[in-house]
């Protein structure tokens, strides 16, 4: 926009940008209508007008070329915007900081998703259930890296406490399939079916805790359908840690287990 400028005026010449966003479609008409509404100047007086559209990253310049009104549009304009943040659903409506608050007060401090509503309701916006667990739903992409790399630290440190403890779970509707070679998928086809075949609607689970005892100080939890040994295999896979257990005959394998 400045080879634009010095190309075409004086180096004293004023600059205007239209600070809100413009169709590209708008021409000279358009254009010079906004300038007399909103900068209340005449296209003639030699100023160069500046017009960006929504995203930011097409720019039309217009200025009274000595005979004439002048229009350049340049896509490739070089301007810069700050980055915008993660984006969860369609829209670009709602970002990380939105998914951190509900993920929060749901998990953190056992608000329901209905009464998360009140969060927000004092700043003016009221989302609904749906919208909220939408949110949760694809906030799973941008915690999944995170996850992956925290639970990689723990399976280097040097030494990692095990444990588990039983859990309900509600049976879902239809049993879902699974990838060829998925341990954890078939057997969770297969107890899923088995209390299903009963008439249960619920089947008591396991949620394994893998405890970092030296550099990484934090738990990974893993949610097996049964206290099956295959959870601690896969977890200390690559692992050449000293694991801290309980006698459970499920603890072999090449790790040095105790009490």
């Known amino acids: 926009m400045f080879r634009i400028a010095s190309a075409f005026a004086p180096s004293s010449t004023r600059i205007y940008l239209y600070a809100q966003n413009v169709d590209m479609r708008k021409s000279f008409d358009g254009l010079c209508g906004i300038v007399q ?46 980055e915008r943040s993660t984006s969860l659903v369609e829209g670009n409506k709602y970002d990380t900081s939105v998914a951190a608050t509900i993920i929060e007060a749901k998990w953190f401090h056992y608000i329901p998703i209905c009464r998360c509503q009140d969060l927000f309701s004092g700043s003016g916006w009221t989302p609904s259930r749906s ?98 040994r295959e959870g601690p295999e896969e977890f200390f896979a690559s692992s050449r840690c000293k694991v801290q257990g309980d006698c459970y005959s499920g603890n072999t394998g090449n790790h040095c287990w105790s009490i």
Request: aromatic share 10%.
């Open 131 to 228: 919208t909220q667990l939408n949110i949760v739903t694809q906030s799973a992409f941008v915690l999944a890296s995170r996850i992956l790399f925290m639970k990689r630290l723990v399976q280097n440190d040097t030494a990692v406490g095990i444990d588990d403890t039983s859990c309900r779970m509600l049976l879902p509707r239809e049993i879902p399939e699974f990838q060829p070679g998925d341990l954890k998928g078939q057997r969770l086809a297969e107890k899923l079916a088995e209390p299903r075949r009963k008439g249960h609607i619920s089947l008591l689970a396991k949620m394994w805790v893998y405890s970092g005892l030296n550099q990484a100080r934090y738990n990974i939890f893993d949610f097996r359908v049964s206290r099956h």
């Open 37 to 82: 509404a909103e900068f209340a100047r005449d296209i003639r007086d030699g100023e160069l007008y500046l017009f960006l559209n929504r995203r930011g990253d097409r720019i039309k310049a217009m200025y009274w070329d000595r005979d004439g009104i002048a229009i350049w549009q340049d896509k490739a304009c070089g301007i810069a915007s700050p």
